[in-house]
């Protein structure tokens, strides 16, 4: 047999090795440094509203979500539904215009419906750097102490907000 | 009691899957014919079986019967029965359960129309399909039983998705898995050739019209998903290298690298252990992409059910089709020989370097699909990886592909002479070279990039007709059409191909040169100018769908006081899943769309909306249709419709 017939084969199984390892990890799973650490403040404008300004500083002593999102971004419109709905549900859900032009960005919450209490508008990104945002969406949870608790990368899913974030919510709003 | 006959149909196909795997393939040995003879009629009442439980599935879907699970889940009472017929590749479950329903009706096609193949041969052939049917069968059954059934059952179910509500939703599908699962066979054939260790030039014969059928299939398939994302989606893209398209469109190169192998080793009796290899690589990477969209391993804008378990037996499964193919190619392959020596400068090294090029393309996208993936397992980061990679990189390799593809029809077999066919060529070169400044000039700028597509596309147009012309002028008399006919219809449909890429490459040439974008706001009654032409802006009318209703924007368009086109962009509101739709409208013609998308009602009156203009992007289509109908054409060559190739082992030049 010559060795050279065998190239194949291996090749494949070196990339069976990767995709089996692949399934065992998240592909929206980024380790955030910030999980336990305060949210970084910020004070940003309204989205839609340029002359008022949301800051974290009103949010002391309150459980919220920071979701960070753009009307460039396709994954968020696959949330976008589970985002209204929980809107209905009372969450305390903030979202943050992430590099978005602000007039796409309303487009956006006027066609599918706004999920937000109020849209920070982060036009040249430097919040999201603060967050160590890595790609849109990511949401955050931020308890009374203003630290975050828990990041979801990517969109959030009926799984993640059933096991995760709506059982953490329970626990700090209590 | 349907659905429990769907899936009880299921579970005898695979019971008949396995004896159709395991009886030929036991046979082998002491080549007992009674063994080979269950092959056909195993694989006929299987593939039955499947198509039947399909078309009971489906008939849940027709008849709203929300007591099925998936039917609650992707369909709805009110949704048009074209798009609740469609439904049921709408989802994970039915997806799968349609893939090995494509599996039956390959299968069955098989019995049918190979029955000039050695019983022998057609029986191991038909074993393999049946192995393949039975790994599906056994993964649609464990992990993804599309026959589960809910109580109490739902009132109504949750609709399609409002995205997937479209006439594409009804041909893109199936053409795809047509052309995704149609490999199956080239790959039956080279596991069944490898088994038997005969590889000849029948073998090729036999193969070529099933692989030139799975790539037209394939070709279509792709091209329409294309069109599909370019008027549905609202931003004008028609490619957008996701991992999903991607999965469909590594199959298509390696599959085009096979044809023109199986080329070469049906004329030549060349290139053998490497045609068997591609053939075993097409069908692969139609389950390896089958693995990357269902299992969760990559992130796509096709968000489709990911699942761990799901993945791990698919993983297996390619463990087992992959690796044994491969294992069994590493042990035969070098006994198959890699055939007849050719010179360098020749037409069979012109399409080994076509087949490399081919595959190097595929291995940079699989490379640009998986690296997210390999990076993160090495526990080095989570990148992602985007367009201008795929596109740098894909232009990169494929354009001396291109070049070579005008010298390679016009080359002789076996040797050929550099300066005759530089001869033979220079008129096409240089009018090539006029013609991709020209064309800039009329358009009013030129870049190095679009000078090197629109070079390309001229360049392959023009040897086309060189070797056309070649051929006529060697054939002494008869009238145009009467030489054509001489030609075979194979070369014509090559031609016809080639012909088509080159087609295909001016569109994306143009739209990528030339494309404008332009957001603007417009006021009721308003009238702008943009590119030179006027639109008119008469309102918004209310619409009500079958499940839907909309708002349809009325917009008259005119260039020079001629009416163009009245384009209706909608926004609908899909009440059942709360969803928004913008549907584009879009005034086509050979050498520019006009595609306009409706954006937001103004608080101070009026509506933004989104204009685009993009020339000659219609040609895309095309050329990927003419590169199918050549593919068509070469498919009914009658030299592949003769009964009695049988034993004839004479290479036919």
Redesign the interface.
Known sequence: MKLKFLIPLVLFFILVGFLGKGLFLDPREVPSPLIGKPAPAFEAPVLGDPSKTFSTADMKGKVWLLNTWASWCVACREEHPLLVEMLAHDIPLYGLAYKDVEQDALDVLDKMGNPYIITANDADGRIGIDYGVYGVPETYVIDKAGIIRYKQIGPITPESLRDKILPLLKELDA | MMPDIGHYALILALVVAVLQGVLPLAGLPKNNEKLFAFATPMARVQSLLVILSFIILDYAFYANDFTVYYVATTSNSNLPLMFRLAAIWGGHEGSMLFWVSILAVWTLAVTFFAKELPLRFRSSLLAVMGLISVGFILFILFTSNPFERIFPAPFDGRDLNPLLQDPGMVFHPPLLYMGYVGFSVAFAFAIAALLDGRLDVTWARWTRPWTTAAWVFLTLGIALGSRWAYYELGWGGWWFWDAVENASFMPWLIGTALIHSLAVTEKRNAFK?WTV?LS??AF?LSLLGT?LVR?????S?H?FATD?SR??FI?LF??IV??GA??L???R??SVGLGEKFDLVSRESLLLTNNVVLFTATGAVLLGT?Y???I??MNMG?I?VGPPYFDTVFVAIMVPGIFLMGIGPIANWKKASVPDMASKLKWALGISVISALIVPSIMGRLSPMIFVGLLMAFWVMSSVFTSMKLRLDAIPSGTLTQKLKTFGRAYNGMLLAHFGLAIFIVGVTMVKGYEREHDITMQNGETKVINGYNFKFEGILPIRGPNYIAKQGQFYVSKEGKQVALLTPE?RLYPV????M?EASISINPVRDIYISL???LEEGGW?IRVYFKPFVQWIWLGCVLMGLGGILTMTDKRYRIKKVLNEQSITA
């Not at chain 2, 299992?295 to 992130?299: D, I, M, N, P, Q």
Request: charged content about 10%; overall charge negative; aromatic content about 4%.
């Open positions: 252990a290899l075993i690589c692969s693995f299992s969760g391993v990559l992130t804008v968000a761990p993945g791990l993983l390619l463990v992959i690796g491969l294992t190619f590493a042990l392959a070098p998986l997210p993936l390999l993160d397992a989570k992602s926004k899943q709360g969803a928004v913008t954006g937001e009602e933004s």
